[in-house]
């Protein structure tokens, strides 16, 4: 009898294995999402001098052309490519498994490809201007609507794959037990993102008949409540796969086990249950939307979500915590803090991602979720202050992070730079917290989230902003601009590092699954029941605890001062 084709690539620095019908997948669509990044990176500096009012770089029509560009490529594009790679990471070399169905996602990678290119055409030929919600009746080209369906029917054919593929795990017996926790948070990812198409399917394809006369018209009200619930919980797809990221990462760099496996998963499954509700904090304002739905949804489930991130920001240093006191890392509250690899960007990135997404998005979703107080700031610019923190410090930061790691194992590459990549974090999280900080500022004090020019300047009956309004929005120019040179030099490194990185030892193939090294193996198959032995950890929470009480209080003085004026 012939002897079996090898079909595992076994990575001799960690241990991992690739089968043959999921590595080229992993690696195509890691590399688009990081050309949607470099596409959106360089539109988002046009952008931010534009905003910053003493620059003020483009017109209006290249303004809002490029700010739909933006949304589109960073929100959707790049986020989703790099999920899909990480859900066939998650599901096929995780469990050591064949991809189900690889032919359907070769499909799936084309369509999303070919939408990326449509609908960008459809942008960029100043035909589709319409800001990324795209809202009824304002009316875009044929193309931008057809591109974002084609990119929508290859990321849900993606999630199918994904879950055939853990059928098809389990089917084979390639693992024991249940599926590793980081596998359970891309499958949380998925089923949100299974949601997340489909609603956006259910409103895209009726808008694209009506944009070519097939439909007189589209219902204003009802395109903004099922629109949010695709382009809200596009974000909520990401929350998902961050804090998945932020699981993988304590265990690849400390061996760290979850400090309990089933508070974790259950706080994935109140995701899956009220993640997607914090749509509703978009339409508040609608009064198409009933008074009993938005109490609802801002209140009592929305506390159900919160309650979620609240546990994972408490387990993902904790087992940090408990790894490094096992460690000896033991004296105060904080040794294990600072004796950690902060010169590591796959720690540091994840770490500050962890805080960057905690204290600014999570401490201002949580009050632009409450009825009441999101009459403060809605549609002013705090609101892409709040998504840029999670999803820009959350989300992207912990991808890029992830990429350190990735580069050597998956592309088999040495990373270049070293030097560079140990700043970039720094340099891209602090830039980027500050443009946060300085748009929930002028938010706050009234500036407009999309107007290409808040002076107003010849208009009939104009307002003049606070000086210290304009000063915010100096102060977001230059951050921002920190924060695309940190942005750029990730690009650099990324790109160079896979062009003309030294070539590392590939590994050898073979028909047999492998025992993974340490520490991936915590990290990966460990199923950790730790005690509560994080103090450190503990602090960290009280501090957070007391910034929300102190924010939230402060927010509903400020909403009292603007009573009389009912």
């Known amino acids: 009898m012939a002897a079996s084709k090898p079909v595992f690539r076994v990575c001799p ?6 089968h043959r019908s999921a590595e080229p997948l992993i690696k195509l669509n890691a590399v688009a999402a990081v050309v949607a990044l470099l596409v959106g990176g360089v539109i988002a500096l046009l952008i931010t001098l534009t905003r910053w009012q003493a620059v003020h770089l483009v017109d209006a029509e290249s303004f809002y052309m490029l700010l739909t560009a933006h949304g589109l490529d960073m929100l959707v594009i790049w986020i989703i490519f790099f999920e899909v790679a990480i859900l066939y990471f998650c599901s096929s070399t995780l469990l050591k498994s064949r991809l189900a169905a690889p032919s359907w996602a070769w499909l799936a990678f084309a369509l999303m490809v070919i939408g990326t290119v449509t609908f960008n055409a459809a ?48 089917a084979e017996k390639t693992y024991e037990g249940s599926v590793p926790l980081v596998t359970f948070g891309a499958l949380t990812a998925a089923i949100i993102a299974i949601f997340t198409i489909a609603s956006g399917a259910i409103i895209l394809i009726p808008t694209f008949l ?17 629109w949010w619930a695709f382009g809200h919980s596009s974000q909520q797809i990401n929350v998902s796969a961050h804090v998945a990221v932020w699981y993988a990462i304590a265990a690849i760099v400390f061996g760290a086990k979850p400090m309990s496996e089933r508070v974790s998963r259950t706080a994935f499954v109140l995701y899956i249950c009220f993640l997607q ?32 991130s609240m546990i994972h920001g408490l387990t993902v240093p904790g087992a940090i915590e408990v790894a490094q006191r096992e460690k000896g890392f033991t004296k105060g509250l904080f040794e294990w803090i600072r004796r950690a690899p902060w010169g590591n960007p796959v720690f540091s990135g994840m770490f500050i991602s962890l805080m960057g997404f905690g204290f600014l998005g999570g401490i201002s979703g949580v009050m632009m979720g409450t009825e009441q107080l999101n009459m403060l700031i809605h549609n002013t610019i705090y609101v892409p202050g709040h998504f840029h923190a999670t999803v820009v410090i959350g989300t992207t930061l912990a991808f890029m992070s992830l990429t350190y790691f990735l580069i050597p194992v998956v592309f088999n590459r040495e990373m270049i730079a070293p030097g560079l990549a140990r700043w970039q974090p720094y340099l891209f999280g602090l830039g980027m917290g500050v443009l ?55 690009i650099y490194i990324t790109v160079g590092s896979l062009l003309w990185g030294r070539r590392l030892d590939v590994g050898e193939y073979s028909t047999s699954r492998s025992v993974l090294k340490m520490p991936v193996e915590a990290a990966m198959t460990g199923h950790g029941r730790a005690g509560f032995a994080a103090p450190g950890t503990f ?21 009292s001062t603007v009573w009389g004026l009912s």
């Open 123 to 170: 942008i960029f030929s100043g035909n589709a201007s319409v800001m990324m919600t795209s809202y009824a009746p304002l009316p875009g080209h044929p193309a931008f609507y057809l591109g974002l369906i084609l990119f929508a029917v290859g990321a849900l054919i993606a999630c199918f794959v994904f879950l055939g593929t853990l059928v098809v795990a389990k």
């Open 277 to 308: 509700i914090a749509s509703a904090h978009h339409i508040l304002a609608d009064p198409a939307v009933g008074t009993e739905w938005k109490v609802f949804n801002t209140s009592y489930a929305m506390y159900l979500a919160v309650l979620a």
């Open 436 to 490: 946060c900080l300085a748009m929930m500022g002028a938010g706050t004090l009234g500036i407009p989230r999309r107007h290409w020019d808040v002076t107003f300047a010849g208009a009939s009956l104009p307002y003049e902003f606070p000086g210290t309004a304009m000063l915010m929005l100096a102060l977001m120019g230059v951050a921002g601009v920190v924060a695309i040179i940190g942005g750029a030099i990730y």
């Open 210 to 226: 009506w944009s070519v006369g097939y439909i007189k018209q589209i219902d204003a009200a009802m395109y903004r409540v099922i």
């Open 539 to 559: 602090v960290f929470a009280l501090v957070f605890l007391g910034a929300f009480i102190l924010y939230y209080f402060v927010n509903w003085k400020y909403l």
């Open 13 to 18: 620095r960690t241990g991992l294995q690739f």
